[in-house]
């Protein structure tokens, strides 16, 4: 068996986890190649979808271009994790409305509307006024699409949220209720094949999101049943293979999804709750391409 590793031309964080990876799958007789999606590896030439790679028994997808993993799913590769969870993973707001009606505790959350021309006048600031009634003060913004805690936002005045919007109107965010009780401290949990592998607590003294700058620590989950049961119908609900679920602590400790982390990064999980996630994810795969590979 042989796999491919995509990863982003930025490879930063991903540098270890290829390293771990490519350690355990190792050990399972499983070769990975690695290669940077660089724009070289997929052209559509006349009316035919052409890949520039070796043929491989599976793809594990470290990047965020949907457009390429999508290619390479028609073409016919196998991708961990596929596209469609990618896209409704990376797109906050698509997270928010598959969680609706589901049983799955989300904060208030409001679509922010593009604004497609110029800046936006005091006619179209008016919508604003709900969105402080909706969810009150202070509030969250945040851009869709984004990770590290950046392009997340607390508006505690009409005139800061104002600001915010100004200056991200032109693309897609949202705007969501603020979780006081949770300031700074938020739950990961790593799930595989639908099942909870661990997590760990992140804690900020200095910043609401507990997972930016250098003040951010963390420690491991203990005793933490009812976040692990509700990580696990997360995972059931939205059919997880891998990912990073990050739950806020609210009223009474209730679990109340943050987001959704697919191909979401172990480095700092593995030493926390030393847990070899790697190894669970590398048995995970070669267990399902060779389930896959006998129902066909």
Do not use: W
């Not at 600031?125 to 003060?137: A, Q, W």
């Not at 609900?237 to 679920?245: P, S, V």
């Amino acid at each position: 068996m042989n796999g491919l590793i995509i990863v982003n031309q930025h490879l930063g964080h991903n540098e270890h986890k290829v390293r771990r990876l490519k350690e355990e799958f190792a050990k399972l007789n499983v070769r990975l190649d690695v290669f940077v999606n660089d724009g070289s590896l997929a052209v559509i030439r006349n009316n035919r979808i052409h890949i520039k790679l070796p043929k491989a028994d599976f793809v594990i997808y470290l990047d965020k271009d949907i457009y390429l993993a999508k290619q390479l799913e028609k073409a016919g590769y196998r991708l961990f994790d596929k596209p469609d969870f990618i896209k409704l993973c990376d797109d906050k707001m698509l997270t928010n409305i598959y969680a609706a009606n589901r049983d799955i505790k989300t904060p208030k959350t409001i679509s922010g509307p593009l604004f497609y021309d110029g800046r936006p006048k005091k006619e179209n600031l008016t919508f604003l006024n709900g969105v402080m009634y909706d969810l009150g003060m202070p509030l969250v913004v945040k851009r869709v699409y984004g990770s590290l805690g950046m392009g997340v936002f607390l508006a505690e005045t009409k005139e800061q949220l104002i600001k915010i919007y100004k200056k991200y109107c032109h693309e897609p965010i949202q705007f969501q209720e603020y979780i006081k009780e949770s300031y700074g401290r938020s739950m990961r949990v790593i799930v595989i094949d639908q099942k909870v592998v661990g997590g760990f607590i992140r804690f900020n003294k200095c910043d609401f999101r507990s997972n930016y700058g250098p003040n951010a620590s963390a420690k491991k989950a203990r005793n933490c049943d009812k976040f692990f049961d509700f990580a696990e119908k997360i995972a059931k609900e939205f059919k997880i293979e891998y990912a990073g679920i990050d739950i806020l602590f609210g009223y009474n400790n209730e679990p109340v999804l943050c987001e959704i982390n697919s191909n979401a990064f172990f480095e700092e999980f593995e030493k926390v709750t030393k847990i070899n996630v790697a190894k669970k994810l590398a048995k995970y795969i070669v267990k399902k391409v060779k389930e896959e590979n006998e129902q066909k």
